[in-house]
């Protein structure tokens, strides 16, 4: 009877997302060189169980691998984690982005200039 509601009056009210949430997965950046920490092996995308993601690399003179480019359809994507967990550079990571509606399909395709974070993330409260 004198209990606090126990809904928010959204988008009025700020949502607290919880510790350990899943959202838009991104590409983190090493902070020294501002290199991107992928390489490009295409782990995530093999593991992916929706094939979300899409993985393009290309061999350099020296006969280093490097990643030209990196899609993620959020129109697929269950937010699993797998491509967080199974990355054997750690390069990606689960943000706290849930607030993902759209009425167009192209602007859920994110590429690889859209996924590129900080590797210190920082918690928003929305």
Sequence with gaps: MFRKPRTVVYPKEKIIIPEGSRGVMHLKLDLDSLDIICNGCGLCSIICPQNCIEVRKRAEKNGRIVLEDFNLDLGKCIFCGNCVEFC???????????????????????????????????RDFW
């Excluded at 550079?89 to 859209?114: E, H, T, V």
Aim: proline share 3%; aromatic share 6%.
């Design 88 to 122: 054997e550079n750690n390069a990606i990571d689960m943000s706290y982005q849930c607030q993902l509606a759209d009425y167009r399909r192209k602007n859920l395709r994110l590429g690889k200039s859209d996924l590129i974070k900080p590797s210190r993330i920082i």
